[in-house]
């Protein structure tokens, strides 16, 4: 089974904080994906990586960064944090097989507080 | 870009009876699609997913979802539903970005004794 795990399942932070929320998949995928799901909205891309050290912005790319230095490991990065980037947060990798058809397999989240 | 909509925001339902989640999409060509379950607290788990071939397919937990052209939807069904199904449930399709899906806003159900 594919499993993908984030680094904490509840975040408090402080505002301006820089923040580091970690994920990791052992299943050797391609390319892997922060979501934010605030209610009433869904899920929200913010990047992906389709390879090692390489990214793309998706639709919410403001006030957040990424990493992804190993295959296995992306980071999503909040430079400065604010008040109204409180919300859940998931990580979600594919194994890369297509545009459009390849199955996502999502972390547990992190739901993050911004005091 | 391809999207998909959820009309409605929250379900409720007598455990036992049947079960329908509608999902709309929105896209000229045959749309990629998928119906994943978060339940409270959890990460999404995909239940099923239309690529092309057979408009009716299965999924994980008894559930099953059919693809209709003609109304552009494809609609997520159980025949019974159970208490443990009580989750919010997304509709996606292949996003705009290459690799990446978009998601409906999402419906909650509530299943009552």
């Known amino acids: 089974d594919v499993k993908v795990t984030q680094s904490s399942r509840y975040l408090v932070k402080r505002t301006g904080e820089k923040v580091f929320l970690e994920c990791v998949q052992d299943m050797d995928h391609e390319n892997m994906f922060w979501y934010r799901q605030d209610p009433g909205l869904g899920l929200r891309l913010i990047y992906f990586s389709y390879d090692v050290k390489m990214k793309e912005k998706g639709d919410i790319p403001e006030g957040y960064s990424v990493s992804r230095e190993k295959k296995e490991r992306f980071s999503l990065i909040l430079e400065s944090a604010s008040t109204n980037q409180t919300s859940m947060y998931l990580c979600?990798?594919?194994?890369?097989?297509?545009?459009?058809?390849?199955?996502?397999?999502f972390g547990p989240g992190t739901r993050l507080t911004v005091l | 870009a391809q999207s998909v909509t959820q009309p409605d925001i929250h379900i409720t339902v007598s455990e036992g009876a049947s079960l329908e989640l509608r999902c709309n999409y929105s896209?000229?060509?045959?749309?990629?699609l998928f119906w994943y379950v978060q339940s409270p607290g959890q990460g999404l788990q995909l239940l099923l997913k239309?690529?092309?071939?057979?408009?009716l397919v299965q999924g994980i937990k008894g559930f099953e979802a059919e693809f209709k052209r003609s109304q552009s939807s494809f609609n997520l069904r159980k025949p019974s539903v159970h208490w443990s199904d009580a989750a919010e449930y997304f509709c996606a399709t292949g996003g705009s970005s290459g690799y990446a899906l978009n998601f409906g806003k999402g419906t909650s159900l509530l299943v009552t004794p």
């Open positions: 979600a990798s594919s194994l890369g097989t297509g545009p459009g058809t390849d199955t996502q397999y």
């Open positions: 239309y690529f092309s071939g057979d408009t």
């Open positions: 896209y000229g060509a045959t749309p990629y």
